[in-house]
């Protein structure tokens, strides 16, 4: 499991503290979230490899975490759950979770599951490039794992959601997305209905990224539709816009 990065969701801290000490051990690095709110958020923002999820928490009901970890992407998901609870078990496969395992378990069967599930699931291109730490985008370099930004050497200060938002639209330069695509993808759905939130958002990113927020020349609004990230093409920076070769030895004028 060397360099696979693991997200638990479990709320019984002494489940969690094992399972995370005993597949460290086998060289996986692995998060904690203690409830399904911070679970999706650190799914979505630490792209792990593989998420264990219990399907009993305080707050949402694993099998809506497992419905919404899908909405937003193909991460493998182990779900761990009660021997009472085999109607969850069959609607989490349905819903898309990958294997279950029932508890008690012991660590081994369940480091063994983990291992049969990431070779079964082996880290399509897309995942790679999805997983990739450093984002870089015309002058922007993000560090996806440290929530770090910058605008050449400038360091940006963003909010988690600013962050998540702007890593969210620099993944696919040039896609449009909605207001609620992006409320979805970086706020969550219960913010639904709230779809202008985003707006807001949107207004202090441009203040923190944009030369002239007025004038933003890389969030961009598209109207009636939503937002767009681009990379604007700029004669000034050599090293962008010039995959093709074309023109690129004289000035034209
Ligand atoms: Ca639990």
Redesign the pocket.
């Known amino acids: 499991m060397k360099k696979m990065k693991l997200v638990v969701i ?3 801290v002494k489940i969690a503290r094992m399972i995370k000490d005993y597949l460290e051990k086998e060289g996986a690095s692995v998060s904690l979230a203690r409830d399904g709110a911070s679970g999706l958020q650190q799914a979505r923002e630490e792209a792990p490899h593989l998420v264990i999820l ?1 399907l ?2 305080p707050d949402i009901n694993g099998l809506e975490i497992c419905r919404r970890l899908r909405q937003q992407s193909d991460v493998p998901i182990i779900m ?1 759950t009660a021997k009472s609870q085999e109607t969850d078990r069959v609607v989490g496969l349905e819903m898309g979770a990958d294997d279950y395992i029932t508890k008690p378990f012991s660590l081994a069967e369940l480091a063994a599951r983990v291992r049969a599930v990431l070779r079964r699931t082996r880290v399509p291109e897309s995942r790679q490039n999805h997983g990739e730490k450093i984002l870089t985008r015309g002058p922007f370099a993000l560090d996806i794992e440290n929530h770090q930004v910058k605008k050449g050497p400038q360091e940006i200060l963003l909010t988690p959601t600013e962050f998540s938002l702007l890593a969210f639209m620099a993944r696919s330069p040039g896609r449009v997305f909605s207001r609620l695509q992006l409320l979805e993808a970086c706020l969550g759905e219960a913010y639904s209905g709230y779809e202008r939130s985003i707006d807001t958002h949107i207004r202090n990113l441009r203040k923190k990224i944009e030369t002239n927020p007025a004038h933003p020349e890389h969030i961009i609004t598209v109207f009636g539709l939503g937002y767009k990230f681009q990379v604007p093409a700029n004669p000034g920076d050599p090293s962008k816009g010039m995959l093709h070769g074309e023109g690129s030895s004289g000035s034209g004028m």
Do not use: I, T
Request: glycine share 0%; charged share 55%.
């Open positions: 479990e709320d019984e219990d009993m928490l761990l």
